[in-house]
């Protein structure tokens, strides 16, 4: 659906500011609570974190995320669920959300409502209350951006300074590198806005002691892993062992991104068999594959998939 019309009726600039959040209240309807919890004053307003705080921000933008083949509902879907995926990448469970919006005055209504109808939806789904934003004008584009705020989850593991965050450091030499799911072809099979976020899977990892570091693979497995990898090492990668989403090959499975699957390390002194036996116990439907090791950067294997002749997405190139 094309969120623009033609006709000057139909469009935002008919309603205005102060009418447009007035019809956003009533979309949302119960996944906003009422002020000053939820939209309506200068800040939204809410209650202590049991655990560590997390936060997170991704927009979608038209013309880059999504265009008029994309459905507002999925649209809406998309943004939120990219910005969970972020959260499962540290084991962290959604608390609120805020939308800021950039619109074009030639905005369809119907575009908007089912965009934040959509939202709604996904927000009940997932426990995310959405607590307020903002709108602003923007000539010739559409810009939605979703600042997400989580919590740890007071996993088993914790350190001394309070219950675990898994990030993107902490890998090393011999560590197994794993991958939930399938990968490639995410833009052509539609996975981008189909896709659910892996947020228990995340949680069940953040307490594995043996579990070292974690990321979510958006930018293409090629580019992702580099966060991931100790200094003075490289991925060493099983080609025959990346899973490949159908019709897919190696190119596009390192490539393609936003898969929004979970890549992480699993320390070399682990049981990996017994922890796979556990995975399938806890996550009989999601997919879990043992893609390589990490080695020494100056004694690579021969066989390796040179990650180095692959590039993910990057912004700004």
Known sequence: MNPFTANPQESVAAWGEEKVIAAIRRWLGPASPRAP????DDCAVLAPSRGRQLITVD????????????????????????????LAAMGGRPVAA???????????????????????????????????????????????????????TGPRVV????????????ARTGDRIF??????????????????PRLAE???????????????VSDGLAKDLRALTPRGCVP???????????????????????????????????????????????FPRTRLSCIGHFVAERNPPADALKLSEYHGYEHLR
């Open 37 to 40: 919890f939820g939209i309506g």
């Open 59 to 86: 927009p979608v933008i038209f013309g880059q995320h999504f265009d008029d083949t994309i459905a507002p509902k999925s649209v809406a879907e998309k943004l939120l669920k990219r910005n969970l995926s972020d």
């Open 98 to 152: 805020v939308l800021a919006l950039a619109l074009d005055p030639r905005t369809k209504q119907l575009w908007l409502e089912k965009f934040y109808r959509g939202l709604a939806t996904c927000a009940r789904r997932h426990r995310v209350a959405i607590v307020g934003g903002d709108i602003a004008q923007a000539t010739g584009g559409l810009v939605a951006s979703l600042t997400l705020l989580g919590e740890t």
């Open 159 to 170: 350190t001394r300074t309070g219950p675990r965050v898994v990030t993107r450091t902490g």
């Open 179 to 196: 991958v939930t799911g399938v990968l490639g072809g995410s833009l052509r099979s539609g996975h981008h806005f189909r896709f659910t």
């Open 202 to 216: 995340g949680r069940w990892l953040a307490r594995q002691r043996d579990v070292r570091a974690m990321m979510d």
């Open 236 to 282: 060493a990668l099983v080609a025959a062992a990346l899973p490949l989403r159908a019709g897919c090959d190696v190119r596009a499975a390192v490539t393609d991104g936003e898969d929004y699957e979970l890549v992480f390390a699993l320390a070399r002194s682990a049981d990996s068999e017994t922890f796979q036996r556990r995975w399938r116990r806890a």
